[in-house]
């Protein structure tokens, strides 16, 4: 991994003074195939808050959790979960019935973002370049049968392909398929991961990692993160064991690159009516254009967790910016 150099001065900040005597409560675990990952998201982000001078508790998801808020109320919360317990908008919808300020995009925002075939449209109608994609439900192949949907969507996506589950996170079930012999387990072994599959036109290229935030003056880009898997292909195993994979932030592309990737991860970030926090990720293809492949609302924040990466490389305290991101949540519920 690369980062250029940058200065980190110990002087007070904005942000740090913001966060002094918050008193915030981390969500992170679920009962989802990402816990393992969103337990150490916490973590991370519980270490970040306390070097920050935030107090912060970790708590779980369960059935403890409102009793605990109502009992104990927290300035903001931190939403450090993954999968579907914290990105398809359901817990933030509870979170808002209970009155609870949380950082992160509202819970219809995460609705659209979850359902990726859904943001690939609203994307594209928003003028970005996204590869070609069918999303069809497992119902679709039982009724008009396997063999014939898969001849036409390869008739239609040509190959390589990646397929994907439509919604979901950590690359789990991804796989690119180069030829029509593998397609079929491919979609057995997708569909493990829920009932929607998509496959979508494999774009050869470089894969970024676009990070947003914003803390008061509008969504702001960071670096990009470059993503080099020894693989070839980024899934769950390449993206969470340590050595399987090169970052390198910032991204090594060119400054008229760098600066369309990061237009276009505030365009998602806008269109798609996200808030304070997002990761888009996308891939420059050979000829320099910038591809949208999905957005992330829940970025992970574990060691090989990009949006870190990119705090890091724009020259931030991550723990600051998680700090100032839960200050301004805190400011705006008083």
């Given at each position: 991994?690369?980062?250029?150099?940058?200065?980190?001065?110990?002087?007070?900040?904005?942000?740090?003074?913001?966060?002094?005597?918050?008193?915030?409560?981390?969500?992170?675990?679920?009962?989802?195939?990402?816990?393992?990952?969103?337990?150490?998201?916490?973590?991370?982000?519980?270490?970040?808050?306390?070097?920050?001078?935030?107090?912060?508790?970790?708590?779980?998801?369960?059935?403890?959790?409102?009793?605990?808020?109502?009992?104990?109320?927290?300035?903001?919360?931190?939403?450090?979960?993954?999968?579907a317990?914290?990105?398809?908008?359901?817990?933030?919808?509870?979170?808002?019935?209970?009155g609870?300020?949380?950082?992160g995009?509202?819970?219809?925002?995460?609705?659209?973002?979850?359902?990726?075939?859904?943001?690939?449209?609203?994307?594209?109608?928003?003028?970005?370049?996204?590869?070609?994609?069918?999303?069809?439900?497992?119902?679709?192949?039982?009724?008009?049968?396997?063999?014939?949907?898969?001849?036409?969507?390869?008739?239609?996506?040509?190959?390589?392909?990646?397929?994907?589950?439509?919604?979901?996170?950590?690359?789990?079930?991804?796989?690119?398929?180069?030829?029509?012999?593998?397609?079929?387990?491919?979609?057995?072994?997708?569909?493990?991961?829920?009932?929607?599959?998509?496959?979508?036109?494999?774009?050869?290229?470089?894969?970024?990692?676009?990070?947003?935030?914003?803390?008061g003056?509008?969504?702001?880009?960071?670096?990009?993160?470059?993503?080099?898997?020894?693989?070839?292909?980024?899934?769950?195993?390449?993206?969470?064991?340590?050595?399987?994979?090169?970052?390198?932030?910032?991204?090594?592309?060119?400054?008229?690159?760098?600066?369309?990737?990061?237009?276009?991860?505030?365009?998602?970030?806008?269109v798609?009516?996200?808030?304070?926090?997002?990761?888009?990720?996308?891939?420059?293809?050979?000829?320099?254009?910038?591809?949208?492949?999905?957005?992330?609302?829940?970025?992970?924040?574990?060691?090989?967790?990009?949006?870190?990466?990119s705090?890091?490389?724009?020259?931030?305290?991550?723990?600051?910016?998680?700090?100032?991101?839960?200050?301004?949540?805190?400011a705006?519920?008083?």
């Amino acid at each position: 991994m690369t980062h250029p150099s940058a200065d980190r001065s110990t002087a007070p900040s904005p942000a740090r003074d913001a966060a002094v005597g918050l008193r915030a409560v981390v969500l992170s675990g679920g009962l989802t195939f990402e816990r393992e990952v969103s337990l150490s998201s916490g973590t991370q982000v519980w270490e970040e808050l306390a070097r920050a001078g935030v107090d912060a508790e970790i708590r779980d998801a369960d059935a403890d959790l409102l009793p605990g808020l109502a009992a104990s109320p927290a300035d903001a919360v931190f939403i450090a979960l993954h999968g579907a317990t914290g990105e398809d908008g359901a817990l933030r919808a509870v979170l808002d019935l209970a009155g609870v300020p949380y950082v992160g995009s509202p819970a219809a925002a995460c609705r659209l973002a979850w359902d990726k075939p859904a943001a690939k449209s609203v994307v594209r109608a928003a003028g970005a370049t996204t590869p070609d994609w069918v999303a069809l439900p497992h119902s679709t192949f039982r009724e008009l049968g396997a063999g014939a949907v898969l001849d036409l969507m390869v008739a239609r996506l040509g190959l390589p392909l990646i397929v994907k589950p439509a919604s979901g996170g950590s690359a789990l079930g991804v796989q690119k398929v180069s030829n029509v012999e593998e397609l079929p387990a491919a979609m057995v072994s997708c569909f493990a991961y829920g009932d929607t599959v998509m496959v979508e036109r494999f774009v050869e290229g470089t894969e970024l990692a676009i990070s947003v935030i914003d803390l008061g003056e509008g969504p702001q880009a960071l670096p990009a993160v470059e993503i080099a898997p020894a693989s070839g292909v980024f899934d769950y195993t390449a993206r969470y064991t340590p050595g399987l994979t090169e970052y390198h932030a910032p991204a090594r592309v060119s400054g008229d690159v760098a600066a369309r990737a990061a237009a276009l991860a505030v365009r998602v970030h806008e269109v798609l009516g996200l808030a304070d926090l997002s990761r888009t990720d996308a891939i420059v293809s050979p000829d320099g254009d910038v591809h949208f492949l999905e957005v992330n609302v829940s970025p992970g924040m574990t060691e090989t967790s990009m949006f870190p990466m990119s705090v890091e490389a724009a020259g931030h305290e991550l723990g600051e910016v998680l700090a100032g991101l839960l200050a301004r949540r805190a400011a705006m519920a008083r």
